[in-house]
T-cell receptor
Framework: GNSVTQMEGPVTLSEEAFLTINCTYT??????LFWYVQYPGEGLQLLLKATKADDKGSNKGFEATYRKETTSFHLEKGSVQVSDSAVYFCALRGDNAGNMLTFGGGTRLMVKP | GAGVSQTPSNKVTEKGKYVELRCDPI?????LYWYRQSLGQGPEFLIY????????DSGLPNDRFFAVRPEGSVSTLKIQRTERGDSAVYLCASRAGAGNNEQFFGPGTRLTVL
């Protein structure tokens, strides 16, 4: 079956530091890949997505590239801000009829001023 | 416009009791999903509705869990004979139409079984 593995947190960075959160996946067929973010006290929000190999998703300064050869979708940001503190979830959507999502375990990011 | 809403936001119950959790999807969204998020983990798929019917319930952990969507809009997740291990945040998401549209998540219901 499908599965997603992401680096465990918490990840603690100083403001303006470079961020990488690793994500690898196992899936049959041609999944779509996502990063969701959960800010404190809020629901899950889609951050970015990529639907095919070599696509790059980007939003709010975050980027992730769909690498089929390494089955990875690492999240990066060049300069984090305190407001980026949240829990980040990598997820995949298989190419089945239901389009349900399979999530990784989440990575908590804490950015200190 | 209004997003996905879930009620109650918090539910505390005793072991063995019955609970119902409600989800109001975005108006017009035909697909509806329930996920369960245990503490420190990512959400796990429970059940998927397309319209009124449960198209995939393969994620329901056992027969104590049941969900309905009688009019193709509001959905209720029902848990019988609750156990302490059922304690989690239950998330609902809805999606417009068929295909690869985005799922929009509600804020969740935090269920605590004492």
């Amino acid at each position: 079956g499908n599965s997603v593995t992401q680096m465990e947190g918490p990840v603690t960075l100083s403001e303006e530091a470079f961020l990488t959160i690793n994500c690898t996946y196992t899936a049959t067929g041609y999944p779509s890949l996502f990063w969701y973010v959960q800010y404190p006290g809020e629901g899950l929000q889609l951050l970015l997505k990529a639907t095919k190999a070599d696509d790059k998703g980007s939003n709010k300064g975050f980027e992730a590239t769909y690498r089929k050869e390494t089955t990875s979708f690492h999240l990066e940001k060049g300069s984090v801000q305190v407001s980026d503190s949240a829990v980040y979830f990598c997820a995949l959507r298989g190419d089945n009829a239901g389009n349900m999502l399979t999530f990784g375990g989440g990575t908590r990011l804490m950015v200190k001023p | 416009g209004a997003g996905v809403s879930q009620t109650p936001s918090n539910k505390v119950t005793e072991k063995g009791k019955y609970v119902e959790l409600r989800c109001d999807p975005i108006s017009g969204h035909t697909a509806l999903y329930w996920y369960r998020q245990s503490l420190g983990q990512g959400p796990e798929f429970l059940i998927y509705f397309q319209g009124t019917g449960a198209a995939d319930d393969s994620g329901l952990p056992n027969d104590r869990f049941f969900a309905v969507r009688p009019e193709g809009s509001v959905s209720t997740l029902k848990i019988q004979r609750t156990e302490r291990g059922d304690s989690a945040v239950y998330l609902c998401a809805s999606r417009a139409g068929a295909g690869n549209n985005e799922q929009f998540f509600g804020p969740g219901t935090r269920l605590t079984v004492l």
